[in-house]
């Protein structure tokens, strides 16, 4: 179905009464965990995946559950998935998840290159000409609650990935209490969904990424074909990663990935935004009417 169609759908078949969590992400503030090893665990919720997010419209439309939650983490893509989302179902709650710029967007760098980027986190953000890979607008995360406001009927639950690590069982209470769920606090693993590849093994591939692979490589259209790329390039990635371990420190550059001076600079660039976060989730929704 189309979007308009799925509004017109919504609006003559009283799909109001169903009550949608809609969790947008952000990506690397745990999204990830919590898609596999807490929303999984909820009860009184139907849970609808990332891997199942693009037919998730479709999925609330032909069901007949009191509450869904929808999860799919979004980054650069965010303002549009959200505004498409929206125009089907303009009742869902927004769930968003933040982590401060500096500690984002230098997780952002290590799996730009894990993947085989191999431009310099100076060339990644770039604060003075907004020359580098990632654009800096995507930094200003109060414009994302504001984008999030104007899509929805309801304002976003915004949490804090720091809260999440200083205290994960309350985080969790909080969280469920939010969505009228429950669960079994026994269930829920503590333990990360992916490992994070060392300082060490990442320093190896940034060295070697350029002689293997293009910055900007060229994907196929064809949906198969892209797959296999995208596999290929990964797996090319894994055999420099993980003898990456196994290498003697001595062997690979001593430079800091993401320079501390760099990172003070982007708090700094971003605090008064980052606290207008905290501000708005002081003041935020606490619970369900």
Not at 19 to 33: D, E, W
Not at 165 to 179: E, Q, V
Request: glycine letters at 4%; a positive charge; aromatic letters at 16%.
């Amino acid at each position: 179905m189309q979007p308009q169609t799925l509004f017109f759908y919504y609006s003559n078949n009283n799909f109001v009464d169903k009550v949608i969590f809609f969790h947008v992400g952000l990506g690397k503030v745990a999204s990830t965990y919590l898609q596999y090893a807490f929303f999984p665990k909820l009860k009184g919720i139907y849970y609808i995946q990332r891997t199942r997010y693009k037919k998730s419209k479709e999925i609330i439309l032909e069901s007949n559950y009191p509450k869904y939650l929808v999860s799919r983490e979004f980054d650069q893509q965010l303002e549009a998935e959200v505004r498409d989302f929206s125009v089907a179902f303009p009742q869902a709650r927004p769930i968003l998840l933040l982590r401060r710029q500096d500690g984002w967007i230098a997780s952002q760098y290590r799996r730009y290159v894990k993947n085989g980027g191999h431009r310099t986190f100076a060339e990644f953000i770039d604060l003075k000409n907004d020359q580098g890979v990632w654009p800096k607008s995507d930094l200003y995360f109060f414009r994302k609650i504001q984008i999030l406001e104007s899509c929805f009927l309801h304002k976003p639950l915004v949490l804090f990935h720091d809260d999440l690590k200083k205290d994960p069982g309350a985080f969790f209470h909080a969280l469920a209490a939010y969505m009228g769920a429950t669960y079994d606090p026994a269930s829920v693993s503590l333990d990360p969904v992916h490992r994070s590849y060392s300082e060490k093994q990442l320093r190896l591939m940034l060295r070697v990424s350029k002689y293997l692979f293009k910055e900007n490589p060229h994907w196929h259209k064809n949906p198969v074909v892209h797959w296999i790329q995208r596999r290929s390039r990964l797996l090319l990635s894994y055999l420099v990663l993980y003898p990456g371990r196994l290498i003697p420190e001595k062997w690979v550059s001593q430079t800091d990935l993401t320079p501390k001076a760099d990172l003070d600079k982007i708090r700094t660039y971003f605090e008064e935004d980052w606290n207008q976060c905290r501000a708005y989730a002081k003041r935020g929704v606490l619970s369900v009417s």
